[in-house]
């Protein structure tokens, strides 16, 4: 049994340990829209017109660490923009907060950066190429890669107010 193809991920829910301070990553950084806080502990963001995207909340971790490395849970949350300019634009946003990048990566059907949230969650932020060009092998499956992205590129489509 498969998911129906018109399934798709609708929003990622977060543990934090300060609110305000997810927040003004989620909002100020990456530019998502808080739609709803709800009481103290929790907000949600979205972007564009949906409800959410992304629940933020800090009813069993107000005030909490990180897990430590080698645990399970969450690897990443992904947000793909629609665009190499939008890519550059969230991109030029990172480097003026100071945030580091944990790498990058051409996937062959995407191009990505990584980095951290305020809480240590692994953030992707990425672009797809377009379907037709995505690599296959003869049979038709996908043949994702992970070859070096040219950052610097990406980060020279973006020359306005919020470039470093």
Known sequence: M??????????????????D?????????LG???????????????AGDYHHHIGLNTWESLGATPPPAGHTG?????FLYPDRAALAKVLARVDAAG????GAADHGVSE??????????????????????WPRDTDGN???????????AIRALYDGPDAA
Do not use: C, W
Request: glycine share 6%; net charge negative.
């Open 21 to 29: 301070r997810a927040i003004a990553f989620y909002e100020g950084i």
């Open 2 to 19: 498969s998911a129906s193809a018109t399934a798709r991920v609708g929003h990622v829910h977060l543990r934090v340990s300060n609110l």
């Open 142 to 152: 996908l043949q994702m890669v992970n070859d070096r992205l040219d950052v610097a």
């Open 112 to 133: 990505a950066v990584y980095l951290r949230d305020p809480d240590e969650n692994g953030v992707e932020l990425y672009v797809d190429k377009p379907m037709d060009a």
């Open 99 to 102: 945030i580091t990048l944990d």
């Open 74 to 78: 969450l690897y990443h949350s992904a």
């Open 32 to 46: 998502f829209r808080v739609t709803m806080r709800y009481g103290h502990g929790a907000a949600f963001l979205a």
